[in-house]
Structure formats: structure tokens, C-alpha cells
């Protein structure tokens, strides 16, 4: 009876701290999204965390203006309308995980998927014209302080949040 508690215990804690959501980003301004978006354990845990490598062809995390994506996991974030090929990983817990690893490694499917979230994404927009940039900290402040869930710039506002439906929670952020 023992062992089959402490199974219980093992398999709960893992689907406690594993990646819960889909992430949709919606565009819908006028002017590209730019920036770094950030995945981490969820409620501030000590842990690994991940930022996105620049997708192809922009220089950094790029959503261009008019853009939509959906993430299904960490994971099969290379298959996307807006492909995130490379992942950067950061661990202060054990720094030999340190490093980049291209979206289908194994390390970002077994590890990063069960311990990390959709944290946020620090991003600006430009309007070439004026000159007048906004800029955005927007995420989830439950896994980091440090960010926002709804912001009003100069050109544009934006928003971050979660819908909970019967098939499971999704993640937005949508840019206006």
C-alpha cells in the first residue's frame, strides 16, 4: 500500500509542476513584436528556465504585425507557424544543463516540459515613422513577479491570459 501512495504522490507531482497550457500569440497591431519570451517553473520555483531563439528570418523572437502562432508544448514549438527551432537554457540548479537545444531534444521534451510554463515576454514595438516605441514586460506574475498581464503603451495595448475549458487551459497574449 506504501509503494502505491508513493507512486500516486510521484505521478501528481509531476502533472503538479508539468506544462499545463498551449500558448497563442495574436497580433493584431500594426507593427512587429519583438523581443524575449521566456518560459519558467511555475509559482517562482527554483529552476531551469528558457528563452526562445531568434526565429527565422528576424533577428530576435519576432511576431510580425498581422502574425498568429500556437505553441503545444516546448517541445513542438519548431513545428509552429512561427517556428522556435532553438531553445536557451539557463539553470543556476545544475549549470551542466546550460545551453541551447533545438526544439525536439530530448532534454526540452522530458525535462523542460514537465518542470517549465509559458512565463512571459519582454517586447517592444516600433512605429518606423514617429519613432514611438512601446515597451512591454507581459506575462504571468504568478510565476514571475517581474511581470505584468495587461499593459496600455502610446500605440498599442496588450494582454496576457489563460482560458480554462473543459479540454484544458490555453495562454494568450494578444497585442491591439
Not at 519548431?78 to 539557463?90: D, E, H, N, R, S
Not at 512601446?134 to 514571475?144: A, T
Request: no cysteine; net charge negative.
Amino acid at each position: 500500500m506504501k509503494k502505491i501512495s508513493l507512486a500516486l504522490s510521484i505521478i501528481a507531482g509531476t502533472f503538479v509542476f508539468a506544462q499545463s497550457s498551449s500558448f497563442i500569440i495574436q497580433n493584431y497591431s500594426a507593427y512587429d513584436v519583438v523581443g524575449r519570451l521566456r518560459t519558467a517553473p511555475a509559482g517562482g520555483a527554483a529552476g531551469p528556465y528558457m528563452y526562445a531563439a531568434p526565429n527565422p528570418p528576424y533577428g530576435s523572437y519576432t511576431i510580425p504585425a498581422g502574425g498568429f502562432t500556437q505553441y503545444n508544448s516546448f517541445s513542438t514549438s519548431g513545428t509552429a507557424t512561427f517556428p522556435i527551432v532553438k531553445w536557451y537554457v539557463t539553470d543556476y540548479t545544475n549549470p551542466a544543463n546550460n545551453g541551447s537545444y533545438a526544439y525536439n531534444h530530448p532534454f526540452i521534451s522530458t525535462v523542460m516540459d514537465s518542470v517549465n510554463e509559458w512565463a512571459g515576454f519582454h517586447f517592444w514595438l516600433n512605429d518606423p515613422i514617429t519613432g514611438v516605441t512601446d515597451i512591454y514586460s507581459l506575462g504571468d506574475p504568478s510565476i514571475d513577479p517581474a511581470f505584468n498581464s495587461s499593459m496600455t503603451g502610446s500605440i498599442s495595448s496588450a494582454d496576457w491570459f489563460t482560458i480554462t475549458t473543459p479540454s484544458g487551459p490555453t495562454t494568450y497574449l494578444q497585442v491591439y
